[in-house]
Structure formats: C-alpha cells, structure tokens
C-alpha cells in the first residue's frame, strides 16, 4: 500500500488519467482522501490543470449579515477567510473536471450534498453537470447561491455567493463518508486527526490491494536519531520517547 511520493500514490490511484480524465465510471471508482481542505486544495487544483480548455475561475460576492459588522468586516477581508462548509472566494473550473456537492440542491431527484459530477459546461452564473453514477435526472443546472457561514472559528457569520461545489480528485476524509470506492488512496501528510478518522478513509474500498497510502513520516524523524538501529525497541518504548520529546 505504501506510496514514497505523492505522485507515485496519483499514479496508482488514477491509473491511465490522460485517457480515461472524461470517462465517468473511470472517476466514481476512485478518488483520494485526506485530513483537511487546505491539504487537498492544491492537489485537485493540479489535476485541473491537467484537463485541457479553458479554465473558468469563479470569485464569490461576501458579506457579513449583520449591519453592525459590515462596518469591521469588508468585503476583500471576507475573501479571504476560508471556513469549513464553504465553497472558496476564488473557484476554478473546467468542462470535463469532476466536482463533489456541498449543499443539498434537488433531494427527490438525488441530488444531495456528496454527489459527485462531471461539468458539461460552465459560465460565469451557471454550471451544467451529470452525475457520474448516471441514472435518472442525472443532469442538474447549478446556480451561483448563498452560503451562510456557520464555523465558529470566525467571530461573526456571513455569506458567501458561490457555486456551492468543490473539485472531487482529492476529498477530505469526512466529505468521502458515503463513497464507495473500488481504487482508492490516502494524502496524509500530517496526521490525522483521531484513529476513528483513519479508520473512515480505509473503510471507502474493500480490496486492500487497490488501496494506496502516502504518508510523511519526518515529524519521526528526530526519534530515529536517537534510537540505537542494532536494537528492536517495542511500541511503548517509541511511545514514551515521544512524549518525551
């Protein structure tokens, strides 16, 4: 499972991506995990880059909701604020790249928060996506809309008008809840979080041998100076050291 680079762990996951990069069942059956947004945020912006065409960036109009905090909060300072559950200011498309759902827009016809589609085409005001699983109003038309914010990190709420989508090459861990997944991959590096958020990421595919994990080691990296490499230490003692340190 283990991958050195990282793109060694695309190279696997994403097998034959310059033929298959439009190919619908190609992208539902895989997609690679990770901790946090900042974490994949550049990542899936390398694989748009990879699409060809023209590159259509869409910026969010911001502001606060509350009349008394317009006045401490512009707008150029909202841009610029990044909260969990928000699309970003500044979003790039493309026809053809594969974006996940944040909001829930038409749940009779499935389309719900974690679809993940394929862009037909887009315009400054309007996406026009398939499902990648097909079926049925596979279709949908997404609108830019309002997106309130309701991380408590940032001491005020405010809203943001965006398309309420995200690029879906890489996931956070949590957004990928709910896909199943038969090539699969985990970006991990930093930590994460707690086990039973690693636990998640395994649990997406069933084959152990189509899972695929990059892992930076190098916060170990000031233990292994201080360990005799002639002696077999046990859990605990690597533990301690640790916390020592």
Known sequence: MVCKKTSELEGKVYDNFSENMMNRDYLAQRAIMSSTNDTIHDRNYEFLNRLPGEMEISYSRDSCVEDDDKTLFESEFLNKVNVSGLPPHRLALKVGACIILIKNLDIRNG???????????????????????????????????????????????????????????????????????????????????????????????????????????????????????????????????????
């Open 111 to 245: 389309h719900c928060k974690g679809t993940r589609y394929i862009i037909l085409e887009v315009t400054n005001n309007l996406i026009k996506a398939e499902k990648l699983f097909g079926g049925a109003n596979s279709i949908i038309l997404i609108p830019r809309i309002p997106v309130m914010s309701k991380d408590s990190s940032f001491p005020v709420p405010f809203k943001r008008v965006q398309f309420p989508v995200l690029l879906a090459y890489y996931l956070t861990i949590n957004r990928a809840q709910g896909q199943t997944l038969q090539r699969a991959g985990l970006y991990l590096p930093r930590s994460v979080f707690c086990h039973g958020h690693l636990y998640v990421g395994f649990g997406r595919c069933g084959d152990p041998d189509s899972f695929f994990v990059y892992a930076n080691q190098s916060e170990f990296d000031n233990i292994r100076t201080h360990l005799d490499p002639s002696k077999t230490y046990t859990r605990n003692v690597i533990y301690e050291e640790l916390l020592r340190r």
